[in-house]
């Protein structure tokens, strides 16, 4: 089951690594908090659709459970999902990659307060070695004149980071309970109390521009395999793996939207991308595998 949860997680940030690609393709058409509403409708029919095949018994929540969906709902899920298309608007889709880094960070430290989680060494060792890699990454194939000039976009990016790394430890408790699906579903449905009255007052800038029909096919792609697909395994590998082993499959989002960039749009690869995953990809190996190599 730990091979199938890892598999899950792997899956998981693969599908969030092209997301900011497409997000930023799909500002073009429209701004950030439609964008973020509608992908989430589109994962809310997802859960139905799938909820509707399975047939399966409705989850029985607890009021206590309930305020802590909601907690994640509106602050760990749809605000960072908010605040990343935001600040993607001033910045880059590459800054977004790499800022997102700050989540594993934000998830050990709470995993660690919180959850009493232990960190061994290894895992110590594998964040250490990605945190490296991440950093070359940045330092080589960011432009620092660039990145300053987008400071303000960039805190945002920042704090969209810090803020996903809250879901983690917050929804391991209740994820070790509950239908990973419904979980998801009641999330979503918590978040758009905050998306949908600001999406609302973006209605001055909804345009029939000839680029809206992409936007909202990459919205369609966005809400099906990174709002519902890969929230759902995220959720599942929760049920079976610890909040600190989770943070480090993270550092392979800059990597995955680096190569998107370079698939789609045409950006180089450099030696500092090739080093920098290479880096990553032994960090993630030490986490997965942290109890053969202690013992």
């Known amino acids: 089951m730990r091979a199938i949860a890892f598999g899950a997680i792997l899956l998981a940030n693969l599908l969030g690594g092209i997301s900011y690609l497409t997000q930023s393709i799909a500002l073009e058409g429209l701004p950030p908090a439609t964008i973020t509403t509608l992908r989430t409708f589109v994962a809310i029919a997802c859960g139905l659709a799938w909820l509707a095949c399975s047939k399966r018994t409705r989850t029985r929540l607890t009021v206590r459970e309930h305020l802590r969906l909601a907690t994640v709902g509106i602050f760990a899920y749809g605000g960072p999902l908010l605040l990343g298309t935001i600040g993607m608007e001033d910045s880059t889709s590459s800054n977004a990659s790499v800022l997102i880094l700050l989540e594993p960070i934000t998830i050990l430290f ?44 960039n805190i945002t990016l920042a704090l969209h980071g810090v803020l996903w790394g809250l879901y983690t430890p917050i ?3 209740i994820a070790n309970r509950h239908d990973p699906v419904q979980l998801v579903m009641a ?31 990459l919205i369609a792609v966005l809400g099906v395999f990174v709002s519902f697909l890969s929230t759902v395994l995220w959720n599942f590998s929760l049920r079976s793996i610890a909040a600190s082993s989770v943070a480090p499959f993270v550092f392979l989002q800059p990597i995955v939207g680096t190569l998107a960039g370079h698939l789609v749009a045409g950006e ?5 991308t090739v080093v920098g995953g290479i880096l990553i990809a032994a960090g993630v190996v030490f986490v997965m595998f942290h109890r053969k190599v202690s013992t």
Do not use: H, N
């Not at 180089?268 to 500092?272: P, Q, V």
């Open 110 to 153: 709470v995993s660690w307060l919180c959850l009493r989680e232990r960190l061994r060494r290894t895992q110590m060792l594998g964040i250490a070695i990605a945190l490296v890699g991440a950093s070359l990454l940045v330092a080589l194939d960011t432009d620092p004149t660039a990145f300053l000039e987008r400071q303000q976009a």
């Open 171 to 173: 929804m391991k408790p």
């Open 187 to 217: 999330v979503m449905l918590y978040s758009l109390l905050l998306t949908a009255p600001v999406a609302l007052s973006e209605a001055s800038r909804w345009e029939s521009t000839p680029v809206l029909g992409q936007s909202l096919a």
């Open 268 to 272: 180089e690869i450099t030696r500092g």
